[in-house]
């Protein structure tokens, strides 16, 4: 079935340590690829996207992602986490040809101690 | 510039008792795009709409859903009757459609409990 997958719900890191947060997707062709953050109350913000070209994209906040198409992946990445990126993270994409719908991962919470 | 507005933010309304939530997308953008996030089943697509026509509704749970864009500027989700398991908060997301897709401007959301 076609399905953007987040496998980890919650991820807890100290903060200046550095950050990985996983997405897998499965669908027949490479969708359109992306990263967005929601913040408690708030809505969500883009962090990055994917459409083709170089597999590392560089996004807001000093995240980055890497596309990976052996693997089916997308993975975001920040080198040192800072407290205030605690929030929600959202990975989620656009079937090429599917015009502008957006799918979205269940999601990932990350906490950052201080 | 003014990001998506959305009203209210809070609702709280019994059941059986007609809710309308409201959005005003930003200026120049020519999709909209209705969200409903809950604990259980995550962020779903109701509907979305380009250039006021709305494209795909399959999202809508049932009949008791419905949205309208009668204009570019203007959007509203109305639930009628409303039943305790619509309680979530409901988004609305708006974009340019060419060469952006997927690139979407969220409101801060209206949450919605239903009695």
């Known amino acids: 079935a076609q399905s953007v997958t987040q496998p980890d719900i919650h991820i807890t890191v100290s903060e200046g340590a550095s950050l990985e947060l996983r997405c897998n997707y499965s669908?027949?062709?490479?969708?359109?690829l992306f990263w967005y953050v929601q913040s408690p109350g708030q809505g969500l913000q883009l962090l990055l996207k994917?459409?083709?070209?170089?597999?590392l994209v560089q996004g807001i906040k000093g995240f980055e992602a890497e596309f990976k198409r052996s693997q089916s992946s997308f993975n975001l990445r920040k080198p040192s986490v800072h407290w205030s990126d605690a929030a929600e993270y959202f990975c989620?994409?656009?079937?090429?040809?599917?015009?502008?719908?957006?799918?979205f991962g269940t999601g990932t919470q990350l906490k950052v101690e201080l | 510039d003014a990001g998506v507005i959305q009203s209210p933010r809070h609702e709280v309304t019994e059941m059986g008792q007609e809710v309308t939530l409201r959005c005003k997308p930003i200026?120049?953008?020519?999709?909209l795009f209705w969200y409903r996030q809950t604990m259980m089943r995550g962020l779903e697509l109701l509907i979305y709409?380009?250039?006021?026509?709305?494209?795909?509704d399959s999202g809508m749970p049932e009949d008791r859903f419905s949205a309208k864009m009668p204009n570019a500027s203007f959007s509203t989700l109305k639930i009628q009757p409303s039943e305790p398991r619509d309680s979530a908060v409901y988004f609305c997301?708006?974009?340019?459609?060419?060469?952006?897709?997927?690139?979407?401007?969220f409101g801060e959301g209206s949450r919605l409990t239903v009695l």
């Open positions: 997301a708006s974009s340019r459609t060419s060469g952006k897709a997927g690139e979407l401007f």
């Open positions: 669908y027949g062709a490479t969708p359109y």
């Open positions: 994917y459409f083709s070209g170089d597999t």
């Open positions: 989620a994409v656009v079937l090429t040809g599917g015009g502008n719908k957006l799918t």
């Open positions: 200026s120049g953008h020519n999709s």
């Open positions: 709409f380009n250039n006021n026509v709305p494209i795909d």
